[in-house]
């Protein structure tokens, strides 16, 4: 019946024809060759006028057009010198660090199976003084007179992103730790967020980034006593890199920080805000 739809129109084929048609397409090949020639001239009207309609059955559909990003493949490593952090926690009430601190991070870019990935890492250090005076215990039970001395915080982060937009904007899963000469436990922890990295092929590129850590966590024990301490911790950062034409040579700047937030166990709130300058080369 597919057949016979196909035909310009069915009123102009006789019913005789088209009953005799039908009864030879049930009809064997022999059965077909033993048939008179004058019906047989009748049934190839509507066997040509399906010529059409087979060939348009074999059209293949049109495929779904897939997403695909812009291949990246840069590597960069840059060093930036932290002018003057001002710095809030259990030893410090927010005054400017002369002390030198330090922020060095590397990154690149890469393809595993069509999958456009990105692998970053960064060290971070602060130094700064404690003025001498009371300090709140571990657990918040209290507060013990600390003589005034100079404190090293370190952080170190490793990052694991997937391209979500172009120009090379990732979604990251992260690793962190932090740690301190202050005799406090290393706390650690994963973290979710989302970076845009630098076009070091533009002479001026905007970047940045933002991560959310929703449980740091560490273990503090003395005195026979073990406490739990744990932070919520969200970091950022923007800056801006400026290469002159066909240098692999780039100049860096912007601001870093995070806002710190302690949970069970931990002393105080902690907040670090810096801006930076500093020098780095890239290779794509």
Do not use: W
């Not at 692998?119 to 507060?143: C, F, M, P, W």
């Not at 001395?149 to 694991?160: A, D, I, M, N, S």
């Not at 966590?217 to 073990?226: E, F, K, V």
């Amino acid at each position: 019946m597919q057949n016979l739809r196909n035909v310009g129109n069915p009123l102009s084929i006789a019913p005789a024809a088209l009953l005799f048609a039908l009864a030879a397409a049930c009809l064997p090949a022999n059965a077909k060759s033993a048939a008179s020639p004058a019906p047989k001239a009748a049934a190839s009207a509507p066997a040509a006028a399906a010529t059409p309609a087979a060939a348009t059955a074999a059209s293949p559909a049109p495929s779904a057009p897939s997403q695909s990003f812009t291949s990246s493949h840069e590597v960069f490593v840059v060093g930036d010198y932290l002018l003057q952090p001002r710095i809030y926690d259990e030893f410090s009430a927010g005054s400017k660090s002369k002390e030198g601190s330090y922020n060095f991070r590397g990154a690149a870019e890469f393809n595993l199976k069509n999958l456009p990935l990105m692998l970053e890492g960064s060290a971070v250090k602060y130094t700064y003084r404690h003025d001498a005076g009371n300090v709140t215990s571990i657990g918040r039970q209290g507060a013990t007179f600390v003589p005034a001395f100079t404190v090293h915080t370190y952080e170190q982060e490793g990052r694991l992103g997937l391209k979500v937009l172009d120009p090379r904007v990732y979604l990251g899963v992260s690793v962190l730790q932090k740690s301190a000469d202050t005799g406090y436990p290393i706390a650690s922890g994963l973290g979710l967020g989302l970076e845009k990295l630098p076009d070091y092929e533009a002479g001026l590129s905007v970047y940045f980034s933002a991560y959310y850590f929703p449980n740091l966590n560490g273990r503090y024990t003395a005195s026979n006593q073990s406490l739990a301490i744990r932070y919520r911790d969200f970091r950022y950062q923007v800056g801006a890199a400026i290469k002159p034409d066909k240098s692999s040579v780039f100049l860096d700047t912007g601001i870093i920080g995070d806002r710190i937030t302690g949970r069970a166990g931990a002393p105080a709130n902690q907040t670090h805000f810096a801006p930076y300058a500093g020098i780095g080369v890239y290779t794509h």
